[in-house]
């Protein structure tokens, strides 16, 4: 990870690192690992962000490790009232020794690890969710073994996960084709990034993402803090639902994955997200053991190399 040792984007691991917290979460998901590692430590999570998946991961993760987590939002805290993000890092480094960040500007996050010494870690920005491919990675080495010559389509909006999945393919070399309406593509820097490993390619047809994929996946239309957006976007993306004819133009094997929240009916046809090739149940799990394994590595010692 960073000189820091933050976790505020995939690209903070190495391909050496991030295999090894694969094999560390991997031994928390087979019930393996029995240390605590964090025993008397404290971790506090600031969310401006509604969540279920990544704050209860985080506060049931920190528990298994040894850790006490404070679930804070804008309400609990003077940052809700105007106290500066710096300051608030300041008081946070003296009292815990880890902190989740869930807000709206990626630079926030990158704000608080500036003024924070103790690990910062990316619960979701705008622009990133990397607890959420790190799990979702998890996911299909668990499923497809490996991602060696796996091809993964991207369904729908250029979103934080859409970028996220972008720095993935560029960091492990498998190939990811996005199929987004025009003016929802991924960030332009993102995306110039992950295109130039000749890995990574962006079209408009999901049929042409989807063709002979291993791996389909897409996320909500509207993501938080845009739904005033919703009738527009609904519109947009009237033609990127994952629906079962869509999963037949993919690889037989082929899994389909979601972070959730789903809008079933939206993105995804109910017969995809709860029919047989969905493994969205477990990637929602997988992301206890992936962020037990990154709080492990960056709060508690251990090694990842
Ligand atoms: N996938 C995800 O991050 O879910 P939550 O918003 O529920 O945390
Ligand atoms: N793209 C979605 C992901 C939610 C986990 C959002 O940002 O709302």
């Known amino acids: 990870m960073t000189a820091h040792r933050d976790f505020i984007n995939l690209t903070d691991l190495t391909p050496s690192e991030l295999r090894a917290l694969f094999v560390l979460a991997d031994r928390m998901r087979r019930g393996e690992y029995r240390k605590r590692p964090l025993e008397g430590q404290a971790l506090a999570m600031l969310f401006t962000k509604s969540s279920t998946r990544t704050r209860v991961s985080f506060e049931v993760g920190a528990w298994q490790l040894g850790a006490h987590a404070l679930f804070l939002t804008p309400r609990d805290v003077q940052l809700g009232r105007g106290e500066d993000v710096a300051d608030t890092a300041r008081v946070l480094d003296r009292m815990v020794q880890g902190i989740v960040i869930r807000t709206f500007a990626h630079a926030d996050v990158e704000d608080f690890a500036r003024f924070a010494q103790v690990p910062v870690i990316n619960g979701l920005t705008d622009l990133q969710h990397p607890c959420q491919i790190l799990a979702d990675l998890l996911t299909v080495q668990q499923h497809l073994g490996t991602f060696d010559g796996k091809t993964v389509a ?33 960030d332009p820097t993102i995306l110039a990034r992950a295109t130039a490993t000749g890995k990574v390619k962006l079209v408009r047809d999901p049929a042409e993402a989807a063709a002979g994929a291993h791996v389909v996946t897409t996320d909500v239309w509207a993501s938080m803090g845009q739904e005033e957006e919703q009738a527009q976007r609904s519109r947009a993306f009237a033609r990127f639902q994952v629906d079962a004819a869509l999963m037949a133009t993919a690889a037989r094997e082929a899994i389909f994955l979601h972070c959730l929240p789903a809008h079933r009916g939206e993105e995804v046809a109910a017969e995809v997200i709860d029919g047989p090739q969905s493994r969205v149940w477990d990637e929602a799990e997988n992301r206890l053991h992936v962020q037990k394994a990154v709080m492990a590595a960056l709060m508690g010692g251990e090694s990842l190399t």
């Open 154 to 186: 991207w369904i729908g909006d250029g979103n934080n996960m859409a970028n996220s999945w972008c720095d993935a393919a560029a960091l492990l070399g498998f190939e990811l084709r996005l199929a987004c309406p025009d003016g929802y593509d991924p």
